[in-house]
């Protein structure tokens, strides 16, 4: 069973910056994208960044040229650098990962727990 874990989360001031981390666990032939989503109270769950196993990557409009996402395939983990961070950025931020636990499956989607990010005005 694959798990996947963040970390980094937490309080900052307007302006700061957070480095999220998300580490995935457990038995797995491939991976091949990963992503973070964000899901602020009342809104929709959407995609912040994702970056493919080629190391192909996509972000949100709101987070272009702010975001940085990168992973570590050898460790099997993936970071969102989140700098020039606003209040409106603030939201539990979900790690995602779509990959094949065997070469005889179907692509299949995990998350991860969320972790917070509250970014003060």
């Known amino acids: 069973q694959v798990q996947l874990v963040e970390s980094g989360g937490g309080l900052v001031q307007a302006g700061g910056s957070l480095r999220l981390s998300c580490a995935a666990s457990?038995?797995?032939?491939?991976?091949?994208?990963m992503a973070w989503y964000r899901q602020a109270p009342g809104e929709q769950r959407e995609l912040v960044a994702g970056i493919t196993s080629g190391d192909s990557t996509n972000y949100a409009d709101s987070v272009k040229g702010r975001f940085t996402i990168s992973r570590d395939i050898a460790k099997n983990t993936v970071y969102l650098q989140m700098n020039s961070l606003k209040p409106e950025d603030t939201a539990v931020y979900y790690c995602?990962?779509?990959?094949?636990?065997?070469?005889?499956?179907?692509?299949?989607?995990?998350w991860g727990q969320g972790t917070q990010v509250t970014v003060s005005s």
């Open positions: 995602a990962a779509r990959g094949r636990p065997t070469p005889w499956d179907n692509p299949r989607d995990y």
């Open positions: 457990g038995s797995m032939f491939s991976i091949n994208v």
